[in-house]
């Protein structure tokens, strides 16, 4: 099936797909963007995605492109043009377009473009193994809680992480704290079993995954601690995972070389993402993309 496009009102074939020169997402970073996880055809937690977005783009000024109801009906038509099954919706929004100038442009409208892709679920092999994490100085601005499409300092740390066989590279902030991954949230668990990650403010993204797993564990009595953690306390704990709307939960397990804990996927991290999984898949055969489980405030709410 032919994949297609959502540009600024129009459906078009994915390969022809463009925006203008002058879009200011592309000279200026002047964008937001989404990413809703999609299994069996549902999207999941679609309204806190679309909270998020409402969220960065006020930060940023920028009038949303539709109205809300809209964007759904929009998002699904893409879905159900490409097919889309399991795998994930992007969404992104710019200024729009306008001469190149930094100040905001008087009469631009908001652009929007949507595609999809259709992914597969990760291994077995992989999520048996886990994966391995490096570390990095954390360099990027300090509005961190806005989902901006400005993500060098993130490509960047992700490209090393490759060029050094791991899976993903974790931020350090300038006291030695973990902020969180470049795509992806951080979490430990310690060895008296306590969940740790990392408070939601603007260092960090505050994503819908990482919430929806704060409500899932605090509503099977998981004891849990929002705030940060070293790089020395991550390495010696008894646990490690990461989260993400792409990732769901991902064990880790080894972290700069050195394996974490006894170097296997940890029981609670497997049980957390077994409960993340068929809390996923209930949204999906509910057709419900409000929460299941018990909410949990979205504190600076990416």
Same mark, same amino acid.
């Given at each position: ?32 963007? @989404? ?12 309204? &806190?995605?679309?909270?998020? %977005? ?7 000024? /920028? ?63 992989? %999520? ?16 961190? =809680? ?16 490759? +060029? ?6 974790? &931020? /350090? +902030? ?5 902020? @969180?991954? *470049? ?6 668990? *310690?060895? =008296? ?22 409500? /899932? ?8 601690? @929002? ?15 990461? *989260?993400?709307? *792409? ?7 080894? /972290? ?31 057709? +419900? ?14």
């Amino acid at each position: 099936m032919p994949r297609e496009a959502y540009v600024n009102g129009r459906y078009l074939p994915h390969r022809a797909a463009q925006v203008h020169i002058e879009d200011r997402g592309y000279q200026f970073a002047d964008a937001v963007y @989404e990413v809703v996880p999609v299994v069996h055809g549902a999207l999941v937690d679609e309204d &806190m995605h679309l909270d998020r %977005l409402e969220r960065s783009l006020d930060e940023l000024r /920028i009038a949303m492109p539709m109205s809300r109801q809209a964007l759904e009906m929009t998002s699904r038509e893409l879905m159900r043009r490409n097919g889309l099954t399991y795998g994930f919706l992007y969404m992104q929004v710019s200024r729009g377009v306008a001469p190149r100038d930094h100040k905001f442009p008087k009469q631009a409208r908001p652009a929007l473009v949507m595609t999809t892709r259709q992914t597969k679920p990760h291994s077995e092999e992989m %999520l048996s193994k886990g994966v391995a994490v490096i570390t990095v100085p954390d360099i990027r601005w300090k509005r961190c =809680d806005i989902k901006s499409i400005s993500l060098l300092p993130n490509v960047l740390a992700k490209q090393q992480a490759v +060029d050094e066989g791991a899976y993903e590279a974790w &931020m /350090i +902030d300038a006291e030695g704290f973990v902020t @969180e991954g *470049t795509s992806t949230n951080a979490w430990i668990v *310690t060895k =008296d079993n306590r969940l740790v990650t990392r408070s939601a403010n603007n260092a960090i993204l505050n994503g819908v995954t990482r919430l929806a797993l704060l409500a /899932i564990a605090e509503s099977i009595g998981v004891e849990l601690e @929002e705030r940060a953690f070293t790089l020395e306390e991550a390495l010696e704990a008894r646990e490690a995972f990461l *989260t993400s709307s *792409t990732n769901f939960v991902m064990p880790v397990t080894a /972290i700069d070389g050195r394996s974490v804990g006894n170097g296997h996927p940890g029981l609670l991290t497997m049980k957390l993402r077994d409960s993340y999984v068929s809390y996923a898949m209930g949204l999906a055969r509910s057709g +419900d993309s409000a929460p299941a489980v018990p909410e949990v405030e979205a504190r600076a709410c990416r």
